[in-house]
């Protein structure tokens, strides 16, 4: 291993110290390594398919491997026992649930999409937004990556997804659910729509 690796290791260890917090059992707990300091209250990691990347969390099944169970109980579930692990270690905010809609599997992501069915999707993404949120140690839930990024023209990743008016409603579909669901957060996505970066566009953010 790189030495210049295992000193960047080192330091995040050190820096992670300052967040040791101890829980109502007397535990002491730090952040795993991968995490995102957001501000002084509140931390954030992607846990797509469970805490995943901490010592001794789980690691679900990714989204498409659950979309297939077509369970939304399952996914409900998975999501509570994820918020527990990230609020073990002092993450109050998780980049997920995923409710793109994979529409080509040369997409590179394909495998955080529950389907390519827009209505199995949003029932996923609805059950997951509410296990996270409203589990006995809640954290805020994040739905990704507005809009279309499973839909891009030959699976490009960052690509551009040329959709109709009608296609575009129904990328948006799981989105309107997980904000109905209670969803505190939403990422907007690193592709375009028709050829404008969905960052830059004013009526798919705000309206």
């Known amino acids: 291993m790189p030495s210049s690796f295992v000193g960047l ?54 989204n498409i491997g659950l979309g297939c169970a077509r369970n939304e109980s399952l996914a409900r579930q998975l999501a ?59 954290v805020a839930a994040c739905a990704k990556h507005l809009a279309a990024d499973g839909a891009t023209q030959h699976g490009r990743d960052q690509g551009d997804a040329v959709l109709s008016e009608a296609e575009l409603q129904a990328h948006l579909r799981p989105y309107r659910a997980a904000v109905q669901a209670g969803a505190l957060t939403v990422m907007v996505s690193f592709s375009s729509i028709n050829g404008r970066p969905a960052h830059g566009n004013r009526w798919l953010v705000t309206q």
């Open 80 to 138: 509570e026992a994820t918020s527990l692990e990230v609020a073990a270690c002092g993450i109050n905010w998780v980049f997920g649930p995923c409710v793109a809609a994979a529409q080509d599997d040369r997409w590179g992501r394909t495998y955080e999409a529950f389907s390519s069915d827009t209505e199995l999707v949003s029932r996923l993404g609805e059950a997951q937004v509410r296990g996270l949120q409203e589990s006995p140690t809640p």
């Open 9 to 62: 290791a080192d330091g995040l260890g050190v820096h992670a110290q300052q967040f040791r917090r101890t829980d109502r059992l007397g535990h002491e707990h730090l952040p795993g390594p991968f995490f995102n300091l957001i501000s002084e209250r509140r931390l954030v990691r992607a846990a797509v398919h469970g805490h995943a990347q901490a010592r001794g969390t789980t690691v679900f099944p990714h």
